[in-house]
Structure formats: C-alpha cells, structure tokens
C-alpha cells in the first residue's frame, strides 16, 4: 500500500525492476509481523550491489541470539503465566490478575521485540538494514511517546498515511487533530483483529493521548504527569501500568471476559494463588533484560558492538551464557503474537 500511495502521490519513483519489485514486497524477515518498512527505505536497498561483510554477520547473529533471549525465555515463560490466569479469570484474585496483565505487557513486548531482533539480523545477514522498531518503550513518560517507542514502524505507516493526510488542511484545529488521533489509533486497534476487544483498545489509546494533549488548568506543567513534575521519575512506572490495564482488552477473548478481570482487579479481591504464579528465575531474567536494554539504550540492541568493547575470551563467556540461558530456561513453545494478526 506505501509503494502505491507514495507512486501516485509522486513520493517515489516507480521501479522498472519487476525483480526487485518482488523482493522487497516478499521480503521474508519482516514479511509476517515487521518491521513495516516504506517502499522509500527499502526498496533502494535491493538495486545496491551488495558484498558479504562478516561484521555485519557478526553483528546479524548477535542481535538474532539477543532476540531469541526475549523471546523464549521472557516471553514463553510470562506466556504460561497469562494463559493459565486468563483462561479462567474468574477463579484468580485482584493481585494475581494484575500480576498476569502485567505479565503480559512483558510477554508481548519480549514476543515482538524478539521477533523484530530476530528479523533485523536476518537482515543483515544478507546485507540488507530494517528500522528499528522498539526503543525500550518502558521509559515512556507519555501515551504519545510510548507509542513512539512501541511497533515505531507500525505507528510511523499510520501517521504518515492516515493521520498527516487528515489534519493537512487545517493544522491548528484541535477538534480536526482529536478525530485524527480517534481515528488512527481506532485503525491501529482493528490493524492487530477484527474483534471489539481491538477496536476499544484503539479508541482508550486514543482517547488517553487527546487527554494528555488537553491543558487541565491555564499552567501545565503543575500538572503531576507532566515532565517536568518532581515526580517525573515516577512516570515510567505509571504508564506501564496504564499500558498493563488497556492490554486486558488486547488478550481477552472478547468484552465479557475484559469485564470479569477489569472487575476483578478493582473489587481487591483476595489473591491466594500469586505465589504459585511467581517464577524467581523469570524475575531475574526479566531483570537482566530491563537492566541491559536501559544501560545501553543508545545502541541499537544491548550485545551491539560488543567485538569492539569487549576482548575474545569474556566475549564468548557471554554468548554462551546466554545460549545456555535459552536452552536451559526456554519456556513452552509459543507462536509468535504477532503472526495472529
């Protein structure tokens, strides 16, 4: 859709290569779930000539072991978790259900971070480079930048192609920019299923970013979520558990059972499960995780580089921690989120 909206649009120019037409809509990495690349990045790619560089190949399979640490380890554990609890709400407390969504806030993201990892050092084993798609979304300090970290590409295609297009004519009309912002993030929603459960997540996106964008007094920033707030740190925390609540309705089944665990949790129910629910090597590994990507936040993904700051031997030492980290504490086997959609 890019390569025709942006032919028409005069944006690119059209390929006489029906071969390299081919292999940039069929590229297989991203071809399932991403990253969503535009006909204007990747396309020129395919008419490069291109030689084997073994730092890239290096740098490919590093990312793709990276990729596979989330998702075998972080997400599949976290998937046993969320299943259980989610396939019977009913039977679980207010913590324990709070638990599992926010478990399943780090299942998706180790699911389709890892996925995107893994896609981009396919890439590069070929020498080929895809966008990057997450940027630790978990230190958001807004809806609207969470989004900006969060499936970049996804969110980049539909602002490019829907929300620009809608707000062109009249810039400065805050009501035109609200129904913008409804109608993308309602797309957004029905983009991942055709089910109310997506669509009602996109329009609470939605609506959550309108309400930040409104000024509550005449002074802003004494609001308590503003940047600049003392409590600005606290920030983070809050909107991954905004994020945690809005995805009851991505994994429930359908709006009965959002409501049963959106009931649930509210009503403080007792939770005499949760330390059955508790895994203290998923914690640790979840940790590792956060605590890497954080520090190296800056970098494309924490192992990058890592030939040119660290010697052979402890080098080495680490890859194979990790590998033996993946075959040792991989959880059950999961599809990929994301393919569903």
Request: proline fraction near 4%.
């Amino acid at each position: 859709m890019s390569y025709t909206i942006d032919v028409y649009k005069n944006r690119v120019t059209p390929t006489n290569n029906l071969l390299n037409f081919l292999c940039f809509v069929g590229f297989f990495p991203q071809l399932v779930a991403g990253p969503i690349e535009k006909a204007s990045d990747l396309l020129p790619q395919f008419s490069k000539k291109r030689s084997f560089d073994i730092d890239q190949v290096k740098e490919g399979l590093r990312q793709i072991l990276w990729g596979l640490f989330k998702k075998m380890v972080i997400a599949d554990n976290a998937a046993y978790v969320v299943n259980m609890v989610y396939a019977s709400p009913e039977d679980y407390g207010s913590f324990s259900l709070l638990y599992a969504s926010i478990l399943f806030f780090f299942q998706i993201y180790g699911d389709f971070s890892g996925y995107s990892d893994i896609a981009i050092g396919t890439a590069k084993l070929f020498g080929f480079k895809l966008s990057k798609n997450f940027n630790v979304p978990y230190l958001a300090k807004s809806v609207t930048e969470f989004w900006q970290r969060w499936h970049i590409t996804l969110t980049r295609w539909f602002t490019d192609y829907v929300y620009f297009p809608i707000i062109q004519k009249n810039l400065r009309s805050n009501t035109r920019r609200n129904i913008a912002v409804y109608l993308t993030m309602g797309l957004i929603g029905l983009w991942h299923g055709a089910d109310w459960t997506f669509v009602i997540f996109g329009l609470f996106q939605g609506f959550l970013i309108v309400l930040e964008r409104t000024p509550l007094t005449k002074d802003r920033k004494s609001s308590l979520f503003h940047k600049s707030s003392k409590l600005s740190f606290l920030l983070p925390l809050f909107f991954v558990l905004i994020a945690s609540l809005s995805s009851v309705l991505f994994r429930s089944q359908n709006i009965d059972d959002a409501w049963v665990v959106v009931q649930r949790i509210l009503s403080f129910i007792p939770s005499t499960q949760i330390s059955q629910l508790i895994n203290k090597y998923f914690l640790i590994f979840t940790a590792l995780m956060l605590t890497s990507e954080i520090l190296t936040r800056r970098k494309d993904f924490p192992l990058s580089q890592l030939e040119k700051h660290i010697r052979r031997p402890l080098r080495w030492i680490i890859y194979y921690i990790f590998i033996f980290i993946i075959f040792q504490y991989a959880g059950f086997q999961e599809d990929f989120i994301y393919f569903q959609f």
